[in-house]
């Protein structure tokens, strides 16, 4: 795990990019030097509120001229929304880069990555890094339960992916859950894959988790844990371990979010 900073950063740039999802930007070359994709950052609104009292975890959705960091968040309760009314030259307060994140194929490998949701933003900075190192063009499916909800296509088709998109109503690409994509496939490509990368709902990346072993495949799994501290002392992200006795759950903050899929007990989820 890379060394923890706890920084105040100043916000360049807050703006609505879909239907309740938000893109933020600051500059901190210390944060950006340390990241790596599928870690997270714990934000605390800074001086311009102390409410909501706890911090609240980010993924590191991307990271730009070297020091121009990212997070990408959906509005869902009073922190978030509250973190959407700051502007331009505000502040706030970032700890991190925290947790472990996902173990990079190697270069001649191929890979799938399988985002759904707000699941595209840890997977975004897994796709940049992909995009610098991997010989193989990356696949990604990318899904969402409505177009008014799809963000950053374009984005990804500059970092020279195979992507293909559906929506849950039809109402932008292909009509379905972007799981049913990973049933086509496997039929035709998956032999060819070493890893898939997937971020998301619990039961969607339940059920990729099933295709890959019974594919015989690597997996790596983000989870989303309710995290208060992200330092593994409220426990309040606990998830279930498949078969290790010496420790019966892993918490998401400290022993993730990124987990070999087969670590995870999915029978309980």
Not at 73 to 102: H, R
């Amino acid at each position: 795990m890379s060394e923890m900073l706890e920084e105040t950063v100043t916000i360049q740039f807050n703006r609505q990019i879909g239907k309740d999802t938000w893109l933020m930007g600051f500059r901190s070359e210390n944060l950006a030097s340390r990241s790596k994709p599928g870690q997270f950052l714990m934000v605390h609104l800074g001086k311009t509120t102390q409410d909501p009292l706890l911090r609240r975890p980010f993924s590191i959705h991307r990271i730009q001229d070297k020091n121009q960091l990212m997070l990408l968040y959906k509005i869902v309760g009073k922190g978030t929304l509250l973190l959407s009314c700051l502007k331009k030259d505000d502040s706030i307060s970032v700890i991190g880069p925290l947790g472990n994140g996902f173990a990079i194929s190697k270069p001649h490998e191929k890979t799938l990555l399988i985002a759904g949701g707000m699941g595209i933003a840890p997977l975004f900075f897994l796709a940049q890094f992909l995009d610098k190192v991997q010989k193989q063009k990356p696949t990604m499916f990318l899904g969402f339960r409505t177009s008014q909800e799809v963000v950053l296509i374009n984005e990804l088709k500059n970092l020279n992916i195979d992507l293909s998109l559906t929506t849950e109503d039809g109402s932008m690409g292909i009509t379905g859950l972007v799981t049913d994509l990973l049933d086509k496939y496997r039929g035709k490509e998956l032999n060819q894959l070493s890893t898939i990368y997937a971020c998301g709902p619990i039961l969607m990346l339940k059920k990729v988790a099933q295709m890959a072993t019974a594919s015989n495949l690597r997996c790596y799994v983000s989870l989303e844990g309710h995290m208060a501290c992200g330092l593994g002392i409220c426990q309040g992200c606990a998830v279930k371990t498949n078969h290790n006795t010496n420790k019966p759950y892993y918490y998401v903050c400290q022993d993730g979010p990124v987990f070999s899929s087969e670590m995870i007990d999915w029978q309980v989820i």
